[in-house]
């Protein structure tokens, strides 16, 4: 069993920067492979960001390419998502979660343990 716990959201103002992390605790999460999602109010959870269980890999959504880096550090059990130059539509609440492949998975229903989220909103 993974636990995941996020942190770092906040309020900023359009243009401004967050760094959000998800801890894990329960077991090591070295293996899995890692994702961010985000739900805004009335809307479908979406895919944000995902690692590989290595690091080796990385994927973005369309929307964030650019702007937003995951990276992860397997010795303090940690996954990052630096997020630049916000603007309004990325205000949402973020989601980490783990799936045992290890791979890049964009799909919500693939991973097997998620966080209780943190909210970000950017005000315009």
């Known amino acids: 069993q993974v636990q995941l716990a996020e942190s770092g959201g906040g309020l900023v103002q359009a243009g401004g920067s967050l760094r959000l992390s998800c801890e894990a605790s329960g077991r090591t999460f070295s293996p899995y492979g890692l994702g961010w999602f985000r739900q805004a109010p009335g809307k479908e959870r979406e895919f944000v960001a995902a690692?590989?269980?290595?690091?080796?890999?990385?994927t973005y959504a369309n929307s964030v390419k650019g702007r937003f880096t995951v990276s992860r550090d397997s010795a303090k059990n940690t996954v990052y998502l630096q997020m630049n130059s916000l603007n309004p539509e990325d205000t949402a609440v973020y989601y980490c979660a783990a799936e045992r492949t290890g791979g890049i998975v964009v799909i919500p229903r693939r991973y097997d343990y998620w966080g209780q989220g943190t909210q970000v909103t950017v005000s315009s």
């Open positions: 690692i590989s269980w290595n690091g080796g890999s990385t």
